[in-house]
Nanobody, 115 residues
Framework: QVQLVESGGGLVQAGGSLRLSCDAS????????MAWYRQAPGKQRELVAR???????NYTDSVKGRFTISRDNAKKTVYLQMNSLKPEDTAVYYC?????????WGQGTQVTVSS
């Protein structure tokens, strides 16, 4: 049974930092492409960052230079380090995995950035 559990969200002032964690179980993290998505109120869910099994990363333009996705295969955890946060980063952030061609999502963690 695949489970993704996010943590680390919260309320932060603009310019601050947060680190999100996604604890994965039921998958072999080292061979699983992982990603972080976010969904703001009234908007569609969007891809924020992804990391391949080989460690290569991609980011949406609005977070390049501010966010960093990483993985610790031994801890079966994927991270999203978010720096220089802006009010427009406010959203629910979701962890995503593709395992045996199936999509899996965490329950989400709320990030709120105040101006």
């Amino acid at each position: 049974q695949v489970q993704l559990v996010e943590s680390g969200g919260g309320l932060v002032q603009a310019g601050g930092s947060l680190r999100l964690s996604c604890d994965a179980s039921g998958i072999i993290l080292s061979i699983t492409p992982m990603a972080w998505y976010r969904q703001a109120p009234g908007k569609q869910r969007e891809l924020v960052a992804r990391i391949s099994s080989s460690g290569s990363t991609n980011y949406t333009d609005s977070v390049k230079g501010r966010f960093t996705i990483s993985r610790d295969n031994a801890k079966k955890t994927v991270y999203l380090q978010m720096n220089s946060l802006k009010p427009e980063d406010t959203a629910v952030y979701y962890c995503h995995a593709v395992w045996w061609s199936n999509d899996y999502w965490g329950q989400g963690t709320q990030v709120t950035v105040s101006s």
